[in-house]
């Protein structure tokens, strides 16, 4: 089948063989990928210089497809499997977790010590443990189905994030998961949201689906127009999703007393952002990182025809995926879906 893969420092469109299902698993064959922001960080300068880009795969390993956002139609079934069958439409968790360990079994399931890893989906077909596969409502598209999995992790950064009805919220960040945050956290009751982006499309995007303000951070000052809109309190949330570093940093002074902050992105794994122990003293702030999206899935999937999510959508083939990558990297569209 065709897929794309990690090699040799690059992306490669190529023929790899198709997986076929054990007796818990379900094939499906992709009918859409989205190129997930971690990814986007193995070509990211201010990554790549602290570990490689698409490191090689181990000597003798055969190559992987890479991708995890998908949509697509059940193509095989395992013999187990009776919950699913073939030709139904469908979304998956590229993770399912063994239910039996202690993270498991102590509500940490995101940190379940045996995970069953899905096959890469950049690809015409993968292969998921049937717990990981969500069958799609009649009147939620294959398109729309890619974006379950990023759906859930603003599912699950709003659960950490303790947005209370009319509460103020800053979002650093208008990405995709900047913007699907931006539209649970409305649902979520918050009132008043600050959304800080540097490029215009985005800017205007989070506008349209309902941003009280919008700040260009490279134009504007972030700090003066938080404070025209709390008050001069600062947020009672805030959420990075842009994953730099002082940006990070910069949450701390826009959250009020008593704040939230979530650093709900990626950052390089040797980088530190300090805080000074004076400032949690004087503000008594909550600071949360966001892993992956725990018990988040079924309420995404009730989200999906909720939320308006085909303004964040475009399309491109497989056979240009590099250029996808590229024009993301460059601030070019919001959530690329690859179709293989």
């Not at 799609?136 to 398109?143: F, G, I, K, R």
């Amino acid at each position: 089948m065709k897929a794309a893969v990690r090699q040799s420092g690059n992306i490669v469109v190529m023929d790899i063989p198709t997986p076929e299902p054990g007796p818990d698993m379900v094939q499906v064959k992709i009918a859409y990928c989205g190129i997930c922001g971690s990814e986007l960080h193995s070509l990211d300068p201010e990554y790549t210089s602290r570990r490689p880009a698409f490191p090689a795969p181990p000597p003798g390993a055969p190559p992987r497809a890479m991708g995890h956002e998908a949509s697509g139609v059940i193509s095989k079934v395992g013999s187990n499997v009776k919950e699913y069958k073939v030709g139904q439409r469908v979304a998956m968790n590229f993770r399912s977790y063994c239910g039996s360990c202690y993270y498991c079994r102590n509500k940490m399931e995101h940190y379940c010590q045996a995970v069953i890893p899905a096959t890469g989906s950049y690809a015409e077909y993968a292969v998921y443990h049937k717990s990981a596969i969500y069958a799609l409502p009649d009147n939620v598209s294959l398109e729309e189905g890619a974006l379950l999995e990023p759906v859930s992790v603003a599912v699950h950064t709003i659960d950490l994030a303790n947005i209370q009805p009319g509460d103020t919220l800053c979002i650093l960040g208008a990405g995709p998961i900047g913007l699907l945050i931006q539209e649970v956290a409305q649902l979520a009751g918050a009132a008043k949201i600050l959304v800080s982006e540097p490029v215009e499309s985005r800017r205007k995007l989070a506008k349209d689906l309902g941003a009280t303000v919008v700040v260009d951070p490279l134009k504007e000052n972030l700090e003066e127009a938080a404070k025209q809109l709390t008050e001069g309190r600062g947020f009672d949330t805030v959420i990075e999703a842009s994953g730099k570093l002082a940006v990070a940093k910069q949450a701390l002074t826009l959250a009020d007393r008593c704040g939230t902050v979530v650093w709900a992105a990626m950052y390089p794994e040797d980088a530190e952002v300090g805080v000074a122990p004076s400032v949690m003293y004087h503000k008594e702030l909550t600071i949360r990182g966001v892993f992956v999206s725990p018990y988040s899935f079924p309420r995404a999937l009730n989200l999906l025809p909720v939320l308006k999510l085909k303004p964040l959508i475009s399309v491109m083939p497989i056979e240009q995926i590099v250029d996808a990558f590229k024009g993301l990297l460059a601030g070019k569209g919001i959530k690329v879906l690859i179709k293989p």
